[in-house]
């Protein structure tokens, strides 16, 4: 670990690991195939990042989340490592570029989105670039009962056979018994990797939650309270966050939208200005996606309830991940259209939620 610790340092500018990483990036380092289950905001990316650095041949990572890729590479190009991404919003030069790198064995590490392993080639091409790991980030994706399934995680296990079995890294924020279980019998092919599971708390979050009353007012007030700090309002629709960003714009914010209806370069901008604007609030439905990695975002709002307990875990953990104090707000109850429901009471059967609404009310 003695390696480690100077790349730690010459590399990333740390003088020490985060909990939980040290012997994670040994069990990696030595060779080991690896399940890391770690909180947001942990660290995990460094737990294959850095270990890539300490061996010949190519680290491939497989992520769902295309903005974090971009910055995962630009942060690490940054720091003097030679990685590329190979993603849908890749430009043919850029694409060359990376290709070129393979081809003359610079790189060491190659971002890839999962759609890619569909492709015929890319099992041949694999093989010839030599690649020496797969790092596998947000694992619980190949649970196909799991809040985030993508089915193309399910060919993961079958490109790792096609490369002899090759050393592999898993890691996730959000996996139970259930999903840790799946992770191994569709990644590992049963066979038990080196298993670490780290805490979830992350005591430097303050989670609050409110009665929906008058949203988008608490909304700008929670903001005001935040002048210039930045910030993520989740929202159900995308017509919602068109219409806060509006009203926090009005309000003397800088603030903006972002949903899957805008157009890539729309989104790309965005994603470029949220990293490198200070006090910059993004309205955004779970579009803007897992692995948003700015460290100083300092609050989250929910302008409706999220879709589950773990899709709520990875939207707040987005705060913080300097370590330094952040707060969350989440408004609880119906909203429709600005009619308000009170609920009579409320029953949770077989993990569906059924609100009563009050009988003596007109609406």
């Not at 590479?73 to 919003?89: D, E, F, I, K, Y």
């Not at 590992?188 to 007012?217: I, M, S, V, Y």
């Not at 308000?340 to 009563?356: H, K, L, N, R, S």
Request: hydrophobic share 45%; glycine share 10%; net charge negative.
């Amino acid at each position: 670990m003695t390696e480690a610790h100077r790349l730690l340092r010459e590399v990333w500018g740390f003088a020490d690991f985060r909990p939980g990483q040290e012997e994670i990036v040994g069990a990696v380092a030595e060779g080991r195939d690896v399940l890391a289950i770690m909180p947001t905001g942990g660290g995990k990316s460094l737990c294959y990042q850095l270990p890539a650095l300490m061996r010949p041949g190519v680290t491939l990572v497989i992520s769902p989340l295309i903005a974090l890729m971009r910055d995962q590479v630009r942060a690490l190009t940054a720091a003097g490592v030679a990685a590329g991404a190979l993603t849908s919003q890749s430009g043919p030069e850029e694409t060359e570029a990376v290709f070129a790198a393979l081809d003359e064995g610079r790189l060491k590490l190659l971002y890839m989105a999962p759609e890619r392993l569909s492709a015929a080639s890319t099992p041949p091409m694999l093989r010839r670039i030599g690649v020496a790991m797969i790092a596998v980030d947000e694992a619980h994706c190949v649970s196909q009962w799991g809040h985030d399934f993508r089915p193309d995680y399910l060919r993961i296990g079958e490109l790792r056979r096609a490369l002899g079995n090759v050393q592999t890294v898993a890691l996730t924020a959000t996996a139970d018994a259930e999903t840790r279980t799946e992770i191994v019998a569709r990644l590992f092919g049963g066979q038990a990797p080196a298993t670490f599971l780290r805490g979830f708390d992350r005591p430097n979050l303050f989670l609050e939650f409110r009665p929906k009353d008058r949203p988008r007012e608490q909304l700008l007030a929670f903001a005001a309270a935040r002048r210039g700090l930045s910030g993520i309002v989740y929202c159900a629709s995308r017509a919602k966050t068109e219409t806060l960003a509006q009203a926090l714009r009005d309000a003397g914010h800088s603030a903006l939208a972002y949903h899957a209806g805008l157009d890539a370069d729309d989104r790309r901008l965005a994603e470029t200005r949220f990293q490198r604007e200070d006090g910059l609030i993004v309205c955004a439905t779970i579009a803007f996606g897992m692995g948003v990695d700015k460290p100083d975002i300092r609050y989250v709002a929910h302008a409706d309830l999220p879709k589950s307990i773990e899709a709520y875990y990875q939207e707040i953990g987005r705060a913080g991940r300097d370590g330094a104090p952040a707060d969350t707000l989440t408004l609880s109850g119906p909203d429709y259209g600005g009619l308000e429901f009170q609920p009579a009471y409320i029953q949770v059967m077989d993990g569906i939620t059924f609100i009563y609404l009050d009988p003596a009310s007109d609406e």
